[in-house]
């Protein structure tokens, strides 16, 4: 995969939910590039939705955090920007 080698070093978190349609297809973007991620899921842990909330200032899900860069929602063009930059 040609993403997979500028997007290698990239450090990825997203909180989510098993219930959550966008995020499982998030997650599912995700590993079709080849990158891996962190999985902060703020339904098994309240701590992890406060996290969410004070980084995105949301309360919806899916958040991604690329490298600092904090997506909201299913995003494909934002996250392939944050992931080659």
């Known amino acids: 995969m040609s993403d997979t080698t500028a ?5 990825v978190t997203i909180y989510s939910a098993d219930w ?4 499982q297809s998030a997650k ?3 590993s ?3 990158i891996e991620y962190t999985e902060k899921n703020v339904e098994k842990d309240p701590s992890y939705a406060q996290e969410s909330v004070e980084k995105s200032g949301q309360m ?5 955090d690329i490298n ?3 997506i909201v929602g299913f ?10 930059s």
């Not at 997007?7 to 450090?11: L, S």
């Not at 959550?20 to 995020?23: D, E, L, V, Y």
């Open 7 to 11: 997007t290698a070093n990239n450090n």
């Open 20 to 23: 959550c349609a966008f995020c």
């Open 28 to 30: 599912t973007y995700l």
């Open 32 to 34: 079709g590039k080849g």
């Open 60 to 64: 919806g899900i899916p958040v991604l």
């Open 68 to 70: 600092g860069q904090i």
């Open 75 to 84: 995003d494909r063009p934002r996250i392939d920007a944050a992931l080659n």
